[in-house]
């Protein structure tokens, strides 16, 4: 397995755009989580979903942002309009019913200036 | 929100050195986890202790869960340049697999 695969490795936008995280899980994972890091606040959990349903969005800052998953392999977290506070690395990770840990993607660093 | 403290936040030792880090929390999760993450990359699972007391040992990495199940420690034996990198803990909720994560400690093993 290629393990969680999250596109695109690096973005640089300009604050109000419209900016567009992917994330494909481990083929046979049933849960999928969007977390954020900084230096200031670490990991932080963003929003995470159980067999495509959205479980627990509390950690989604504002309104500007939002989560899709529409089937078992592909999740989208959008920011729109982005701003430069938003600038920080946006990690995926996946996990199966054995509940074994997390398998986390290699993130995508978010530069908005 | 169950919260997770991880100490110390910064460790720099000599290479053959051991060193100890520190999970803490006030709450009693289901299980934890720990793991490294290296620069560019996501963090990778290293162990996950369920059990009160239990201890996992990973090559020259020891593992071990409080027994209240609301701490737990990493220890490394005689460290490698190739143990740097950000260790972090993270605490399994009872209901679900929602994970909370600590602050992480940044270890750097000098040659």
Known sequence: ?????????HEVTEMGQEVTLRCKPISGHNSLFWYRQTMMRGLELLIYFNNNVPIDDSGMPEDRFSAKMPNASFSTLKIQPSEPRD???????STGTDNYGYTFGSGTRLTVV | TQLLEQSPQFLSIQEGENLTVYCNSSS???SLQWYRQEPGEGPVLLVTVVTGGEVKKLKRLTFQFGDARKDSSLHITA????DTGLYLCAGEEAAGNKLTFGGGTRVLVKP
Do not use: E, L, T
């Open chain 1, 1 to 9: 397995d290629a393990g969680v695969i999250q596109s695109p490795r």
């Open chain 1, 87 to 93: 600038s920080a690395v946006y990690f995926c990770a």
């Open chain 2, 28 to 30: 009693v999760f289901s």
């Open chain 2, 79 to 82: 460290a490698q340049p190739g």
